[in-house]
């Protein structure tokens, strides 16, 4: 579907890009997929992923999402931030090794100021997990960082 590498999309790197690749994408709406395997970052002794992680999962297709919107108009990959998550439900405690998932983030809301959410889902034989992400991508994220870094600097001097 796309030709950009994951990490030219994703502000990660090596193991933590946890999705494996993207399916589809388009205005509103991303499809990707991970298939479990054992010895991950995340991965539980037998192998299998907790279903917290699906959290994850979701934050990263929808940062992809923005990645492939970005790279698709010429514009430079924008970090992003995940804010929080509303309503996480998961009919299981943890994705086996071997499960194909399917992560869909559908955009619900965005606005001019970098506030976004969406609704995410992960399916596969016998799972179903979904969840509302509220994302911030503000405008010109390194200089939104330093301004940050320049307050807390102060204010840990003012002390």
């Known amino acids: 579907m796309t030709h950009w590498p994951l990490a030219e999309l994703l502000p990660h790197a090596g193991d933590m890009i946890l999705i494996d690749r993207i399916l589809s994408f388009d205005d509103e709406q991303i499809h990707t997929t991970l298939t479990v395997r054992p010895g991950g970052l995340f991965s539980l002794p037998d192998g299998s992923l907790p279903a917290w992680v699906g959290v994850e999962l979701m934050a990263q297709s929808v940062a992809a999402f923005a990645g492939c919107h970005a790279r698709q108009n010429d514009n430079p990959v924008e970090l992003g931030f995940l ?77």
């Open 83 to 159: 804010l929080g998550t509303r309503k996480f439900e998961c009919n299981v405690a943890a994705f086996p090794v071997g499960s194909e998932l399917t992560i869909h983030g559908l955009r619900s809301l965005e606005d001019d100021n970098g506030m976004g959410v969406f609704e995410c889902h992960i399916t596969a034989p016998g799972i179903e997990a979904s969840a509302r992400l509220n994302v911030f991508r503000p405008p010109h994220a390194a200089d939104y960082l330093e301004q940050s870094r320049n307050e807390t600097n102060k204010e840990s001097n003012d002390d």
